[in-house]
């Protein structure tokens, strides 16, 4: 395990970001860490999502695919403005 160093000075959503107890220390290894982090934090979302289906059903399917529409939708203007 190797260590990553910050920059000297972040922005106020990174520092919001960070502080957040488990979510925070997720973006900062996505951000500052190793390559293959994203992966994990990607098998670790799905991982969660499964989890949510296996405990609440359909619900648990559902739910968050509605709350990640308008995280699509901002993904696509951002990806149309260029």
Known sequence: MTAYTLPPRLSLSQRLLFAV??????????TY????????????????????????????LYI???????VVMGLLIAVSRG
């Open 64 to 70: 968050p695919a509605l709350c990640l529409v308008p």
């Open 21 to 30: 107890p488990v979510l925070g220390r997720m973006a900062k290894e996505v």
């Open 33 to 60: 860490g190793d390559a293959d982090n994203i992966y994990y934090a990607l098998a670790s979302f799905v991982s969660a999502w499964g989890c949510a289906i296996l405990l609440f059903g359909l619900p648990g």
